[in-house]
């Protein structure tokens, strides 16, 4: 595992959705800080594949703008159908005014 840079920490203000490039990660990602933890996880809901970026984030949660499912950011579950595969969330840390997200 390493850790990719994201940017600057001030770039991600709380609750925005931003998407960042990976390697590897076709998709991106979708980060977002929510509650003052920068959260990132893979810009793609697994239930149908379309993009998280367009969703919303509330009470700890994003909710895929396609079918309405809420992925939990801390750990990617859907809380709203739990036999449905979770959305694959990335460490995240803050180091020197930089976001950075580990990666495989």
Not at 35 to 44: P, T
Not at 47 to 72: M, Q, S
Not at 78 to 85: A, L, S, Y
């Amino acid at each position: 595992m390493t850790w990719h840079t994201l940017g600057p920490s001030a770039g991600f203000p709380e609750g925005v959705l931003k998407t960042a490039a990976a390697p590897g990660i076709r998709a991106g990602l979708v980060v977002v800080r929510d509650q003052g933890v920068l959260r990132a996880l893979r810009n793609e809901c697994p239930h149908a594949g379309k993009p998280l970026d367009a969703g919303e984030v509330k009470n700890g949660c994003i909710t895929c703008p396609w079918h309405a499912y809420r992925f939990n950011l801390k750990n990617g579950m859907n809380v709203d159908d739990t036999d449905e595969m979770p959305a694959k969330v990335y460490a995240v840390r803050e180091t020197d005014g930089l976001a950075e997200v580990e990666l495989p």
